[in-house]
């Protein structure tokens, strides 16, 4: 899936710092998990006055550039930080929305970085859909 530059702590943490601070701008941040090469994010788009053709792209795009640009700064390194594709879906019901997030959060159990996905440091989920999965 490519390199493990987010195992750095200051790297992943600059990619979480990142995916909250759009929270409430771009998107209603569901859940994320940041794991040591790959990142699964969960949320829902808001409305905006702009007119964009694929919204979803174009906070990727961003968020990736952001992201690479202070990670190479961190890692004191050039090239390419992200892989080019990015994989989104459309979530249709609460039924899809729960395995996926789910999903999302069981990422570093599934891995052996972790027992419970509570002690991952590099996960979050929205208050309202936590309890479901603690």
Known sequence: MGPFWLRKKAVAQLVCNAIEYRDSKKYDLYAYCIMPNHVHLV???????DEIDNPVTEILRSLKRFTAREA????????????????????????????????????PVKANLVDTWTDWPYSFCKSEFKSDFV
């Not at 949320?43 to 006055?49: A, P, R, V």
């Not at 899809?96 to 990422?107: F, G, K, M, P």
């Open 72 to 107: 190479k700064k961190a890692l004191g390194r050039e090239g390419q930080f992200w892989q080019h594709e990015s994989f989104d879906r459309v979530i249709r019901d609460k039924g899809e929305l729960e395995s996926t997030i789910r999903y999302v959060l069981q990422n």
């Open 43 to 49: 949320f829902k788009l808001l409305k905006t006055e």
